[in-house]
């Protein structure tokens, strides 16, 4: 439970993203302390408590340590005291809440990600509020009761009106203007690369029909989608149907379409990227509308064309362990061990991890990222372009390795570029006699 937070001070992108929210969490709360104050000298109005449980929705831990440091130095501007100390506990909570209860409130779980528009993810938002201000002001009304500096009944329902207040207020907002753009960028926390290891994956998958043993793992029919500033549409009634079990290579060329098909088969598409969609999209049964991206990312693995962009830790072996912890909460922790090393070894990059990503070069980058989005074991991987940065050696390993995944079960969809290149990748394709497909669509 504490491992995502400590994960923090290891992971220098999630550390700067703390210290991030901490100024400007702090930026927002000092205009405040002469503005009005409610018990002076202790509490003011501030409509900077929406912020520590919009950055919790977003971005997970950070948030928690990015609220108590934020606090802290806000307090340097007028508040310092010793009850500061537990002004850093209760922010800390205050941040560290939303994201843990998020989708775990049982039947009052939308299910949905944290965009409170709906009116189930609109009570949601509600609860995890009242809750999270609840934790806060308990806190802090409470040590600052001991310390004998107020009483409890005072100072806690103060704190706790003003977060109700400014986060049910002001939180929404923001939340709905943000939650798309982070995703989009790839930097939420829990539902990540684009959900990206985005997930809140204990959100419950909405049950589904079992497809029948012959049914097509994938299903598209009559699929249209123009994004919301594209001037043509991306895709224009694609239909194609795909078994288990088997291998399909997109094939064309550079703005063809093959990008904006990957983001529908794991469902970023509509839930993420605007734009109009139209035609139905079944994986196993299930419509890509139906369930989260979250939820689609334990079953369709998506290399993304953009493969850097999808690691995120500070070292090799991290990267798997980040994304199994998120994918596969039930693996214990020897079970995420050996599931790193078997990864590792299949794509050639055992004896790299203790590295930081970024010392690798582009191929055994590339590498990663694909072993990053095989560790979770998908039934369907998603690979777009998945050999611009190997040499001829990697890519004949990567095909042995789809090889290998084809023939236990794994259902492959890949694309490559219609250009000289992807003669000899197709070639190499049909040496591994693997069932596959190539469908051309341009
Ligand atoms: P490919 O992967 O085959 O190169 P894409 O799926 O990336 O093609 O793009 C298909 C079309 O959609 C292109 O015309 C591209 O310009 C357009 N497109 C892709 N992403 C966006 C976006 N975010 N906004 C607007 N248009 C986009």
């Known amino acids: 439970m504490t491992a995502g937070l400590l994960e923090v001070w290891r992971d220098t992108r999630q550390l700067v993203l703390a210290a991030q929210i901490a100024a400007i969490y702090a930026a927002a709360l000092i205009p405040f302390k002469v503005g009005i104050p409610i018990i002076p000298g202790f509490v003011e109005l501030r409509p900077a408590n929406a912020i520590p449980v919009v950055a919790s929705l977003l971005f997970g831990p950070a948030a928690a340590w990015g609220a108590a440091f934020g606090n802290l130095i806000g307090d340097l501007f007028g508040t310092l005291g010793p009850g500061s100390l537990f002004g850093l506990l209760g922010n800390f909570l205050y941040g560290y809440v939303p994201y843990r209860l998020w989708g775990r409130l049982g039947p009052l779980s939308s299910g949905r990600p944290p965009e409170p528009s709906a009116p189930r993810q609109i009570l949601e938002y509600a609860l995890i509020c009242i809750l999270a201000s609840l934790a806060c002001a308990g806190t802090i009304g409470w040590g600052l009761d001991v310390m004998r500096l107020l009483p409890f009944q005072v100072l806690a329902p103060a704190i706790f009106l003003n977060n109700v207040l400014m986060s049910s207020l002001l939180g929404p907002p923001l939340l709905l203007f943000l939650y798309p753009r982070v995703a989009r960028w790839g930097l939420l926390y829990a539902d990540g690369p684009h959900d990206r290891k985005a997930t809140w994956a204990h959100s419950p998958v909405p049950a589904q029909a079992q497809p029948a043993p012959d049914a097509p793992r994938m299903l598209i029919r009559d699929l249209h989608f123009t994004y919301r500033n594209g001037a043509h549409p991306a895709l224009h009634g694609l239909s194609l149907s795909v078994k288990a079990g088997t291998l399909s290579a997109v094939l064309g060329g550079s703005g063809a379409g093959k990008s904006t098909l990957c983001y529908c088969l794991n469902g970023l598409i509509p839930h993420y990227l605007p734009g109009e969609f139209s035609g139905t999209v079944l994986i196993d049964g299930r419509d890509t509308r139906q369930a989260t991206v979250s939820q689609h990312a334990r079953s369709v693995g998506l290399l993304f064309q953009d493969f850097e962009a999808q690691l995120v830790s500070t070292n090799v072996d991290r990267e798997l362990a980040f994304t199994l912890g998120n994918l596969c909460p039930d693996l214990s922790r020897e079970a995420i061990a050996a599931r790193i090393t078997d990864t590792l070894r299949l794509v050639g990059l055992d004896g790299h991890r203790a590295r930081d990503p970024l010392s690798l070069s582009?191929?055994?980058?590339?590498?990663?990222?694909?072993?990053?989005?095989?560790?979770?074991?998908?039934?369907?991987?998603?690979?777009?372009?998945?050999?611009?940065d190997l040499d001829p050696a990697c890519r004949g390993l990567l095909y042995a390795l789809l090889r290998h995944l084809v023939e236990t079960g794994t259902t492959v969809v890949l694309t490559d570029h219609e250009t000289e290149d992807a003669v000899p990748a197709v070639g190499l394709l049909r040496e591994t006699g693997l069932p596959w497909r190539a469908a051309a669509y341009s």
């Open 362 to 388: 582009g191929g055994e980058r590339q590498r990663l990222a694909i072993a990053s989005v095989l560790a979770p074991r998908p039934p369907v991987l998603v690979l777009d372009d998945p050999t611009t």
